[in-house]
């Protein structure tokens, strides 16, 4: 394997022994390194500083955690940039419109279609790729949204990844039905009957489908 595919490998390996989507942890820790960093080193990077003035600043979601790190500076000199474009806007008394999009998000585009890439082309029979086969099929596997990813992204999955989720998914929906089926009116010794984590299996659900790591 080239580096790259070593250091996606490791990364792969120990998100797998950690709950939820191992992708969805990956792309959070990513971002939030990228968030860091960006904060220590592009504060006075021109080409950055543009990309992000023009997206007005980062989106709601990854906004929100600006005020989690440390260095103040960094997030007053760049929201200075945001504020001077609205201002403006209002002067005009015109709606603010971004001309792109939230870097980050960006960024993590671009970390999802590198790792279900790499997950794609892990269908050979060398050690590491049988190594991965087994830290991913101990794992909760790829998340509704991702798995939908990657099959958009790759025309032809290795046998071992179509099958895992296939089985994943079926499963789930069983356990959802046998939810919703105990839950009405008379059914509640059967419900009892049903362990924690399937009197709970909602959660997992939603969690499923909207991703399993924030």
């Not at 003035?53 to 979601?61: E, P, S, V």
């Not at 939230?102 to 890439?117: A, D, F």
């Not at 099959?151 to 929906?173: D, S, T, V």
Request: net charge neutral.
């Amino acid at each position: 394997m080239a580096v790259d595919r070593h250091i996606n490998f490791f990364e792969m390996e120990k998100a797998c022994e950690k709950p939820g989507c191992p992708l969805c942890r990956i792309v959070a820790h990513r971002a939030e390194r990228y968030i860091d960093n960006m904060l220590f080193e592009h504060v006075s990077d021109r080409g950055f500083r543009k990309a992000h003035r023009l997206a007005g600043g980062f989106c709601d979601y990854h906004s929100r955690n600006l005020v989690s790190f440390r260095d103040g500076l960094a997030v007053a000199i760049m929201g200075r940039d945001i504020l001077e474009d609205r201002i403006a806007s209002f002067k005009k008394r015109k709606p603010w419109r971004p001309k792109e999009r939230c870097p980050i998000c960006l960024e993590r585009e671009r970390i999802e279609v590198e790792y279900l890439g790499f997950l794609a082309g892990s269908g050979g029979e060398g050690d590491e790729e049988r190594e991965l086969r087994r830290a991913f099929t101990g794992s909760q596997g790829l998340c509704a949204p991702h798995y939908g990813q990657l099959l958009e992204l790759c025309r032809k999955l290795p046998g071992w990844i179509a099958e895992f989720h296939e089985r994943k998914f079926e499963e789930l929906k069983k356990r959802v039905d046998n939810f919703i089926e105990f839950s009405t009116y008379g059914r509640e010794e059967e419900f009892s009957a049903l362990s924690e984590k399937d009197q709970l299996v909602w959660k997992e659900l939603a969690r499923e489908l909207r991703g399993t790591a924030d």
